[in-house]
């Protein structure tokens, strides 16, 4: 009996020390998150320590922007004001009308072309046509103006009138034509001293456009000397008239 009874006693033993299993048991890679966690910082670190892309300038839009528009300012036609920022719209009117008025009346030009080296000038009769905004004058199809036109369009005319001091400068462009009929229309005494009729072949019509004039209107030649002489006593500029510059 006491064999049996230590035969149990050995089997109660082993089975008392024979592990038991946990109702969790502990995952077999338990060490593998720290591994982890180590190589995250590692990682973060790194980003920490890279160097970052520099930021754009807050103003470096704006600023593209800003040349963009002036660069189109720049790019885009001039706008054609008709007058400075000092004349109203009635003064610039008055301006036109009496730029037109005085070389109407004036009548004789000179007429200023460019021949690729040196200005020329020379006195013509004028048909100044307020309505078509243009200037006309006969001319000769053999002349050296008609080739100067052609190369060189843009041209001045100024007219004036010494007697009551009274002054008118425009610029333009020109064109030379053979308009028969308008030669007809214009045909007028100062002509007949260069042609026998306005049927001669020879004649050409110079059609000047005015972009800008510049008047001087002066009170009177008397007036005006006057208001010089005090100047020249005085010292103070002499007041001699209107000057104004338009766009036409």
């Known amino acids: 009996m006491a064999t049996a009874a230590t035969a149990d006693d050995k089997k109660s033993a082993r089975a008392t020390t024979k592990p038991t299993t946990s109702a969790n048991p502990a995952p077999k890679r338990a060490g593998k998150p720290a ?6 910082k590692t990682l973060k670190a790194k980003t920490a320590t890279k160097p970052a892309a520099p930021a754009k300038p807050a103003s470096a839009k704006s600023g593209k922007a800003t040349a963009t528009k002036v660069a189109g300012r720049a790019a885009a036609p001039a706008n054609r004001q008709s007058r400075d920022s000092s004349m109203t719209g009635k003064e610039h009117d008055e ?5 037109w008025e005085l070389a109407k009346r004036i009548g004789i030009a000179m007429f200023v ?9 020379r006195p013509l009769a004028a048909t100044v046509e307020k309505d078509e905004g243009a200037i006309y004058f006969l001319t000769d199809v053999n002349g050296e103006k008609d080739q100067q036109i052609a190369e060189f369009p843009h041209v001045s005319v100024s007219f004036a009138d010494h007697k009551h001091a009274k002054f008118v400068a425009l610029s333009g462009k020109a064109t030379v034509s053979n308009d028969r009929p308008k030669i007809r229309e214009l045909w007028n005494p100062f002509a007949k001293a260069w042609w026998d009729s306005p049927e001669d072949p020879a004649i050409r019509i110079i059609k000047v456009v005015p972009q800008d004039a510049e008047l001087w209107d002066s009170p009177g030649r008397i007036v005006t000397t006057i208001s010089m002489l005090a100047a020249a006593v005085t010292g103070r ?4 008239g209107e000057n104004a510059k338009v766009i036409l």
Do not use: F, L, M, Y
Request: net charge positive; glycine share 8%; no cysteine.
């Open 237 to 240: 500029s002499p007041k001699i």
């Open 35 to 40: 591994a982890n966690a180590g190589a995250a």
């Open 113 to 121: 072309t460019w021949d690729g080296k040196e200005q020329r000038a």
């Open 95 to 99: 301006h036109v009308e009496r730029i």
